[in-house]
């Protein structure tokens, strides 16, 4: 049997909160015990209600999702409403930062960066990545609610599907904490989304000087993929932008293929590639620990291999 | 203005081997998460620009904390309050959270607490937002700059589609991201009179506290690597690689 109870999805990120649509179906089959949240966003209304469930068009006015606590404060009014028992948000930057909050005030147990979530003997075992990556732990949150915040592209986006429905709402909230919102700033022209990207060229500490790194860039657009690095190369170097960062408080990705040069293999930054379908690395270390986790290996220095290239 | 620094103390991950798929945390030493220690340097660098207040470290813990906690006050923290209680072994994010705000209501007149924005084992990022609701303030996550001034903050939050400037008057709750900025190498002379700042202790009881936990773990692998390692000698097979993969260039 099935314990778990109604559902409220939440994000601000309409293609973050289909993904969420398909958690909560997977979860929970009846489509009526699945509720999304629109906070002041019609388009977003329309475009869940569009994918087969229900959805509260929420209208609080003064509420905006840079504003943390009002943003919970208005959830948890629409979760004590519904009754529901689970709320489900994407775990980006603003979802996790909301997951805390809404569930201090819902009393709630709460995951993060939730990777996986199936039903065990009755109960919603959900998977996420501790000890700095090192480890997979499987976790059940024991409070009648729970929030748990679903790591992006952990479940493909729910198609259009007929039967769904809009339900107005409205709460006021008053503007107590003072935030104000002064300049937002989009990221930069040139800025990439290595998530995406079918390949990657990953450098790592291993590459001796800005030329191999030129080289790795080149192979990475020969191949039509993207250039990625570990932490120390954008924070330590600034060879990089931290955009382009993988690994626990970077990127997760998982391209087709992942071609890592010079890499030692720090769970901390293979956590964020060991999904990748195949992984190709070059290290001049024949002992480097990346070498476990990759499907073809090569004991090469960088300064040989990539000139040809 | 006194500015809180609410750090975590953990296993020193990078030296975590795995053994049968099980992590092995014996021997493993203890410190802070490495983002935590860019909150306090935050933390630091702002009360130098204010030239007045003090950084306070609040922590909670086994007993050892009270000699990890020397790093933190010798990278410039001055007082340090901790709660230490063997019972907080089993504690997850949401107790620590409530140990922690009850520990900063201790102190007066606290205009900022500052955050790593996840802890360096399991990078949950809830404890900050726990606080702020405890305590009722407003926050701001995912800081890449923070500026004081007369009495309010201008923080700004990084986000992965951008950025926004935000001002938020005080007192308020900031995590930081961990290219705010570079942890300052204590000197040998900070290293010594650290062991000389004052430090407080609680332990759970003192606080009224039980301890327990909302999350049960049932299990924790390190995930199974099922990877070929086929060895690749020389470019032409790295190419050869390539292109069975797919890929081959333009």
Known sequence: MIKVGKIVI??????????????????????????????????QTRDLAARGIAVVNLSAPGVHPSDTASTARALQQVVDELEAELVLLASNRRGKELAGRLAQRLNAGCLTDVTGMAIQEG????????????????????TARQVIAVAPRTYEPAAEKPGGSVDDMTVSISAASGIKLVETRARDKDSVDITTADLLVVVGQGLENQEDLVRA??????????????????????????????????KTCKPQLAILLGISGQVQFTVGIRDARTIIAINNDENAPIFQMADYVMVADLADVLPPL | MNIVVAMKQIPDVRQIRIRNRQPVLEGVPLTFGSIDKNALELGVSLKEAQGSGKVIVVSAGSEELQDTIKEALAAGADEAYLVIDDKLEQADGAVIAHVLAETIKKIDDVDLILCGEGSGDNYSGQAASRIAELLDLPQVGYASAVEIQNGTSRVTRSLEDGEEVLEVPLPLVVTVVADINQPRIPSVTQILKAGRKPQEIWELADLGIEPGAAVETVSNLAPELQRQRVVVKSNEEFTQVLQAEGFTGR
């Open chain 1, 123 to 142: 109960r919603l075992a959900c998977t996420r990545n501790t000890l700095g990556g090192a480890t997979v732990a499987t976790q059940f949150i024991k």
């Open chain 1, 10 to 43: 939440y994000s601000e990120k309409t293609e973050l909160a289909r993904e969420l649509v398909t958690a909560a179906l997977e979860i929970q089959g009846a489509e009526r015990s699945v509720t999304a949240v629109c906070i002041n966003d019609e388009e």
């Open chain 1, 217 to 250: 860039a080149a192979l990475a657009r020969f191949l039509g993929g993207e250039v990625a690095c570990t932490k120390p190369v954008a924070t330590d170097r600034k060879w990089l932008s931290e955009e382009r960062v993988i690994g626990l408080s970077g």
